[in-house]
């Protein structure tokens, strides 16, 4: 039944992925573009090339803050992350201190050292 759940939740969070995907294109255009107008703002040695950098900032970070539904996208993307870890993860085996091999292997490792 868990399974079953974690695939329908995988489900849920793809889906809703794949519909936030414009937006989601869209906020890295925006976040790329305002990266290098704000490098080209600081570069910038003129009072005019300062206005053209921050004009372009400006409108950049305006794109950027109209893709909100891209966090749902990003959000999305990581709970698809979480049930596919979930779902792939290895389970890991218990071995007890009392078992007579690991014993073994512990003391043959500590007298190949000496």
């Known amino acids: ?3 079953f759940g974690l695939f329908v939740l995988g489900g849920i969070a793809a889906i809703t992925l794949l519909a ?5 294109i869209g906020l890295a255009i925006g976040l790329v573009i305002l990266y290098f107008a704000v490098k080209g ?3 910038a040695e003129t009072t005019s090339k300062k206005v ?3 004009a ?3 409108i950049a970070a305006c794109a950027a803050i109209s893709n909100v539904p891209a966090f749902l996208g990003v959000l999305a993307l990581y709970v698809l992350y979480l049930v596919y870890k979930s779902l792939n993860g290895k389970k890991s085996e218990r071995v ?6 690991v ?3 512990n003391q043959w490792a500590e007298l190949k050292r000496n």
């Open 52 to 54: 053209l950098w921050g």
């Open 56 to 58: 372009v900032g400006v």
């Open 103 to 105: 014993n073994f292997e």
């Open 41 to 43: 703002f600081m570069k």
């Open 96 to 101: 007890s201190e009392d078992d007579p091999f």
């Open 20 to 24: 936030n995907l414009g937006p989601m």
């Open 1 to 3: 039944m868990k399974k």
